[in-house]
């Protein structure tokens, strides 16, 4: 059996045109097997199909490329949740550029190691200047912030929590009710005490309730505040200069997680949300939700690039101090990880392609159909609209339904692969969460994504058997 070819050097390319034309294919029939949102049918149809795909899946001799690719890719493609298609808005799960899946193939190809210079020389200057330049971007008035890319949300808050253990001890977390749950969880990790929870009424932080908890506990050791920028739940801003005034006052350091509405900043018209963003010891920032790149895509940037050297680390292999005494950066520093891709490229890539016109016309343009959702679903007899959407989150319910019909009838709508919604509970009641990250999402689609609702849910009150 010959040996198979590399992606790399100069013969990498040749080799892979034609694997890539087998991929192509293959997401392409895939799609048209799936004929929507997701598979119909639930786990009980896919889970067998896939099954029976992967069987056996380590045979004693190879399918070889084009017939496990084709097989394969296929069959993840027709039981996948697609969110490209404007009928899947359950989660903060974008819909990827073309352009940035086209750098994501480059950086796998070439396979670069972010953890030591010799494995990652020209990307470890672009992640660099990418980095340098996002942090400018939420810190735009600090002479020399930087920014970590991270795997995500949960990553980034957990480096947020560690930097600042790492300044003062083992600080108390004040979070909010609406917070992301990624905190409570970072701060288990970390071995800090449980956060405090400050009560979220309306959806955002209640700031009478905030000062009084600082005031509690202002001289009994150190505080960081945590606060949101676009909550999962609703989509909800907290009032980020407010928590800023009362963080000061009260002597503790705050932190943001922005990983849903950080790239607001990109839009003129939507960046005044962000208002405050600035103010905090550090910020999570994510390009995998509205920024529209494949995951992993996150950011954890701060005001001022030593408060990152708490995460300095020495492992002589990779980073010996003559090497780097002769000028050989030190990647180690970069992230808690060792390993890792360079994900920076397609976040260049996609600046670089767009830049802020762009951005911020996908950033509007969302936003825009979020408001339509909302208009259309006030105008639609028997459906109920929660608030109006402060950046791409509507909830919505069928009016007098209890909470099983609600949750019945989001499941049955996964399991016909009509649609996929989301859910979340507020004022007590069970809401269906429609999370539109889709720019490409036209008011015809809205329409029939609360057909299908307002249908199912009349057949919900006939009592018809459902399938």
Avoid at 339 to 361: C, E, M, N, Y
């Amino acid at each position: 059996m010959p040996l198979p070819p590399l992606a790399g050097t100069t013969t990498g390319p040749a080799a892979l045109r034609p694997l890539l034309d087998t991929v192509l294919t293959a997401l392409t029939e895939g799609a048209l097997r799936r004929d929507g949102p997701l598979p119909a049918g639930g786990p009980d149809a896919v889970t067998p199909r896939t099954r029976a795909t992967l069987t056996p899946l380590i045979p004693d001799r190879g399918t070889g490329a084009h017939h496990a690719l084709a097989t394969l890719v296929e069959a993840l493609t027709a039981g996948a949740a697609d969110p490209a298609d404007p009928l899947c808005a359950a989660h903060l799960h974008t819909p990827p550029l073309a352009l940035a899946a086209a750098a994501d193939l480059a950086a796998s190809a070439l396979n670069p190691s972010m953890d030591s210079w010799d494995q990652a020389p020209a990307a470890s200057t672009l992640e660099a200047e990418t980095t340098a330049a996002l942090a400018a971007e939420i810190y735009p008035h600090h002479p020399a912030p930087d920014a970590l890319i991270t795997t995500g949300g949960t990553e980034a808050n957990q480096l947020g929590l560690l930097l600042a253990r790492e300044r003062h001890g083992p600080v108390q977390t004040v979070t909010g009710a609406n917070a992301h749950h990624s905190i409570t969880r970072a701060a288990w990790l970390l071995g800090l005490p449980e956060p405090l929870t400050v009560p979220a009424p309306h959806g955002t932080i209640d700031l009478h309730a905030l000062h009084d908890t600082l005031a509690r506990n202002h001289g009994h050791g150190p505080l960081l505040v945590t606060a949101t920028a676009g909550t999962t739940d609703t989509g909800h801003i907290d009032p980020l200069t407010d928590i800023a005034d009362l963080c000061a006052h009260h002597g503790a350091d705050l932190h943001i997680d922005a990983a849903y509405g950080g790239p607001l900043l990109f839009s003129p018209t939507h960046r005044h949300l962000l208002d405050g963003l600035d103010r905090a010891h550090s910020v999570t920032f994510d390009l995998h939700k509205l920024g529209w790149l494949p995951a992993s895509a996150g950011i954890l940037a701060v005001p001022d690039h030593h408060h990152l050297h708490p995460l300095h680390h020495q492992a002589p292999y990779l980073n010996a101090d003559d090497d780097t005494e002769a000028g050989l950066p030190d990647l180690l520093g970069r992230s808690l990880r060792t390993t890792r891709r360079p994900d920076a490229l397609k976040i260049a890539v996609t600046l670089r392609a767009l830049g802020r016109t762009g951005l911020a016309d996908l950033v509007d343009r969302t936003c825009a159909t979020a408001h339509t959702l909302a208009d259309l679903i006030t105008h639609t007899p028997g459906l109920d609209l929660y608030d109006r959407p402060t950046i791409s989150t509507v909830l919505f319910r069928p009016t007098d339904a209890d909470d099983h019909t609600v949750a019945t009838l989001r499941r049955t709508l996964l399991t016909r692969g009509h649609a996929v919604l989301g859910r979340t509970r507020a004022q007590d009641r069970l809401w269906l969460k429609a999370t539109l990250l889709n720019p490409h999402t036209t008011p015809d689609d809205l329409n029939r994504l609360l057909g299908l609702v307002t249908h199912l849910t009349a057949e919900l009150k006939e009592g018809s058997t459902l399938r």
